[in-house]
């Protein structure tokens, strides 16, 4: 055993055995490579590498078992909070957010309306919600409206429809935007079986026009029936 500065080594290498060549009977040399395990002042081992074309073996960084400690204390606190269960939003806080997303889509519906009728949007103002209604058709998702509009010029107020998609967020997730008439009856399969006092234009509207079966229940709908 060769003694070197701070450190033991031992050669290990990775194939013991030698292949006969089968014309001259040599010993034929590996090409493998060959390991240095090397132990420090600490007592931790590293494996150093030597290859043939760099002879000197290439010593690791060793780990400390402070270090694996350190390590293992950050895995677990990773873990336990992994594992910590998320706060859900309470029911009154879900109502909440749907109304604000609600009055913030009816307002860019009033937007769309006031623009095509080259009217200020400052011109009409959004009072409230009084009939909202979620339906599928074809794949697609339509939201039916009836709410409340002010008319700031004449100080009156008028009932809208709107037809808008579920995550209106833009002027082109608006379908129509209306005022309805005394005589507007439309006909609405989706709002039939949800919302049957929620009125309809005549016509203009997407969604509705298909006798499916509807498989959600609106939020507002659940808190009736309990």
């Given at each position: ?6 450190a033991?080594?031992t ?7 030698s ?5 001259g009977?040599k ?7 060959e ?10 081992t ?7 074309e760099?002879?000197t073996?290439?010593q690791?960084?060793?780990i400390?078992?402070v270090?694996?400690?350190?390590l293992?204390?950050a ?28 009055r913030l889509?009816l ?25 909202r ?13 009836n709410?409340l ?10 009932l ?7 995550d ?8 129509l ?5 005394d ?26 026009h298909?006798?499916?079966?509807f ?5 507002e709908?659940?808190?009736?029936e309990?």
């Amino acid at each position: 055993m060769k003694e070197r500065s701070n450190a033991m080594s031992t050669r290990v290498p990775e194939s013991t055995s030698s292949s006969q060549s089968s014309a001259g009977g040599k010993k034929k040399e590996s090409s493998k490579a060959e390991y240095n395990v090397e132990k420090n002042d600490s007592g931790c081992t590293s494996a150093g590498l030597k290859t043939w074309e760099n002879p000197t073996p290439r010593q690791s960084s060793a780990i400390s078992s402070v270090d694996l400690d350190l390590l293992q204390d950050a895995f677990v606190t990773a873990c336990r909070r992994m594992r910590r269960p998320r706060k859900l939003p309470s029911r009154e806080e879900l109502i909440r957010r749907g109304e604000e997303h609600d009055r913030l889509s009816l307002q860019i519906a009033l937007r769309t309306y006031a623009k095509k009728n080259n009217m200020l949007p400052s011109e009409l103002d959004f009072l409230e919600v009084k009939k909202r209604n979620l339906i599928v058709e074809g794949g697609k998702g339509y939201v039916h409206f009836n709410f409340l509009v002010k008319d700031i010029l004449d100080d009156t107020s008028s009932l809208f429809f709107a037809e808008i998609h579920p995550d209106c967020k833009k002027e082109d997730d608006v379908y129509l935007c209306c005022p309805l008439e005394d005589n507007d009856c439309g006909n609405c399969f989706g709002c039939q079986r949800q919302a049957l006092d929620l009125r309809h234009p005549t016509s203009g509207y997407l969604g509705g026009h298909q006798d499916v079966c509807f498989p959600f229940m609106v939020l507002e709908n659940e808190e009736e029936e309990e």
